[in-house]
């Protein structure tokens, strides 16, 4: 399978903890863009890497919020000091370079806090 | 952040019917793309627009990016039951580092 790959799929995890998710996007995207989905909403944009550089966070990014894309291939997520107001559907999409911006998405993971 | 509305929030229809679906905004957008979204399941990229007044179709989909650049449409013809699902537009920033998404139409296809 060559589309964009997320890891895990689901996540239950107690308020307080710290959780990580991982984006693995389409071979050779050099674009690659976070979401969170809430129930019965459209995605909400996070963060967007070009690369390895993250060139643009929304203020939905609060400071327990941190992305990594070290070698600008996978992509990390982390919330620290998880809220139940964290639990919502977690998006990861990859855009190929060049003058195509399709994005395309992954399969997400589904975060709940308990 | 942009607001893009789509229009019916939710549509119930006859197995064999068409379907039309909008989006609006308040913004220009120079890239418009439709997805389709199973429960549980990410966004899957339908159709992408890049030029004003460009119509592309994809099967049974045809879509449209609006003159005016501040809408598009979505038409399914002869839906089938795998159809059902929701429908979201996105309009990409003129930095081209996020896509603003809609609020969605949800569509039941009744066999």
């Known amino acids: 399978d060559t589309g964009v790959s997320q890891n895990p799929r689901h996540k239950i995890t107690k308020r307080g903890q710290n959780v990580t998710f991982r984006c693995d996007p389409i071979?050779?995207?050099?674009?690659l863009y976070w979401y969170r989905q809430t129930l019965g909403q459209g995605p909400e944009f996070l963060t967007y890497?070009?690369?390895?550089?993250?060139?643009?966070k929304s203020r939905l990014l609060s400071d327990r919020f941190s992305a990594e894309r070290p070698k600008g291939s996978f992509s990390t997520l982390e919330i620290q000091r998880t809220e139940q107001g964290d639990s919502a559907m977690y998006l990861c999409?990859?855009?190929?370079?060049?003058?195509?911006?399709?994005?395309?998405f992954g399969q997400g993971t589904r975060l709940t806090v308990v | 952040g942009q607001q893009l509305n789509q229009s019916p929030q939710s549509m119930f229809i006859q197995e064999g019917e068409d379907v039309s679906m909008n989006c609006t905004s308040s913004?220009?957008?120079?890239?418009w793309l439709w997805y389709k979204q199973d429960p549980g399941e990410g966004p899957v990229l339908l159709i992408a627009?890049?030029?004003?007044?460009e119509l592309t179709s994809n099967g049974r989909l045809t879509a449209q990016f609006g003159i005016t650049r501040k809408d598009s449409f979505l038409n399914i013809s002869a839906s089938i039951p795998s159809d059902v699902g929701i429908y979201f537009c996105?309009?990409?920033?003129?930095?081209?580092?996020?896509?603003?998404f809609g609020t969605g139409t949800s569509l039941t296809v009744i066999p």
């Open positions: 071979s050779e995207h050099n674009r």
């Open positions: 996105a309009g990409l920033s003129n930095t081209g580092n996020q896509f603003y």
């Open positions: 913004s220009i957008f120079n890239t």
């Open positions: 627009l890049y030029k004003a007044g």
């Open positions: 999409a990859s855009s190929p370079r060049g003058g195509s911006t399709e994005a395309f």
């Open positions: 890497f070009q690369n390895e550089a993250q060139l643009e």
